[in-house]
């Protein structure tokens, strides 16, 4: 007969209406473990927590590891409570080899036999930790020092799942899936009331919640600039993620009335408008800054004028392929995630328009509490975020103009100020 080596392990909350429990056993299943119910108490009302003790068994060591590794996420615990393993870095910017891989989930380490929240939840990251006081962080490799102490294996980490919430909006957890064939009107409604809410507390109770827009130039190709701009100039935006290119073409709009050569209002290429934006990006350049162009009057409309006038934090992250760059522009993508990082605390609401790349990076950074929008009329765009970790993001499939405009509308743009 053949030795199993086993561990019990715990889960507790609304395991049962939220699927968790289905999943975790599922999980041991698939990874060739099979698994005994030693305790289960089942909360009786939607409010009551339920309580599972489960004993999981694997025909070998690794393996056993492996299942505890795949089902922690889920909110499982090893029932012996014993403080995090940790090791010193052996040099800056590496990690000890066993280093605990995070979630984007909350997640708690026990330090001096008390369990201590770990700050910055990111995924893909490291945990290091303090012992006097107790303290713990998630962190970047490249953060990483020599002798900084990284939490390593599964023992003493415990990962808090997301749990159906009470309230049934589009956020809901496990509604992120959104078919471009479903009717969208009801995604549309409950953003805007989320933003109005933002927008209303930050007013009257100095709330320190902020919207975040990740977006690419396709906003400004497709005709969404005005209404970008509104929603910045009328106080719902108040971060925006953007690359070289969105903030080239938007200028280019306001200064040639065109993006990328061709006119926005007959649609059609003009004479050397191909150099439109290059000469954009040489004049902003002269100039020295953005700021400074809005001030000085060049640009007085669109995206980037209105987030000077409005005080809007812009990381702008440069790629291979920029023209340029604009002055601002953050060339050096580990530079470019520590200005992402940086500008997060505080959001609570998340918008991914129209650019891959920042729809990825962005989900990438953000913890799987902030409820998030991606939004491309390319469905793999929402289909790779997801994929990616990111599974909290709701789906649209539909272009950027018209998801900004209808959102524009929801918050009471009028179609004579889209007009002028």
């Not at 060049?298 to 023209?323: Q, Y």
Request: charged share 20%; proline share 5%.
């Amino acid at each position: 007969m053949q030795l199993m080596h086993t561990e019990t392990i715990i889960l507790h909350g609304h395991i049962i209406d939220s699927l968790i429990l289905a999943k975790v056993l599922d999980a041991i299943v698939m990874l060739g473990g099979t698994f005994d119910l030693v305790d289960v108490k089942i909360g009786e009302t939607r409010e009551e927590s339920s309580h599972v003790m489960i004993q999981v068994k694997a025909g070998t060591a690794s393996l056993l590891s492996e299942i505890i590794e795949a089902i922690q996420p889920h909110g499982a615990t090893i029932e012996s409570e014993n403080d995090c393993a940790v090791q010193p870095a052996p040099a800056d910017g590496i990690l000890p080899d066993s280093f605990y891989a995070t979630s984007h989930l909350p997640t708690q380490v026990r330090l001096n036999g008390q369990w201590i929240e770990v700050e910055r939840t990111e995924m893909d990251l490291a945990i290091a930790v303090r012992q006097h006081p107790p303290s713990a962080r998630m962190l970047p490799m490249a953060e990483v020092k020599k002798d900084d102490l990284i939490v390593t294996g599964g023992e003493g980490v415990k990962v808090f799942p997301l749990e159906r919430p009470h309230e049934r909006d589009v956020f809901g957890f496990m509604e992120a899936q959104v078919s471009s064939e479903r009717p969208h009107r009801h995604i549309m409604s409950d953003i805007a009331k989320r933003m109005q809410m933002i927008k209303q507390q930050r007013e009257s109770e100095g709330y320190s919640q902020k919207v975040l827009l990740a977006g690419g130039p396709a906003i400004v190709h497709a005709g969404g600039r005005e209404a970008l701009a509104w929603l910045i100039d009328s106080g719902y935006i108040h971060v925006l993620f953007c690359g070289n290119a969105l903030a080239a073409h938007d200028m280019e709009a306001g200064l040639f009335g065109t993006s990328l050569g061709y006119s926005l209002g007959a649609g059609r290429a003009v004479p050397h408008g191909h150099e439109h934006h290059l000469r954009t990006i040489n004049r902003i350049r002269s100039i020295g800054s953005i700021e400074k162009a809005v001030e000085l009057g060049l640009v007085r409309d669109g995206i980037m004028a209105a987030c000077v006038r409005r005080g809007v934090d812009v990381v702008m992250a440069g790629t291979i392929r920029d023209d340029g760059p604009l002055p601002g522009v953050i060339t050096d993508s580990v530079q470019a995630q520590s200005a992402m990082r940086t500008a997060l605390p505080g959001v609570g609401l998340v918008l991914l328009v129209a650019s891959t790349l920042h729809a990825v990076a962005t989900g990438n950074l953000l913890p799987a509490t902030v409820p998030t929008v991606c939004v491309d009329i390319n469905p793999a765009v929402p289909t790779k975020l997801s994929d990616r970790g990111s599974f909290q993001a709701v789906g649209l499939v539909m272009d950027s103009s018209s998801f900004l405009s209808e959102l524009a509308r929801e918050l009471g743009w009028q179609y004579e100020e889209r007009k002028q």
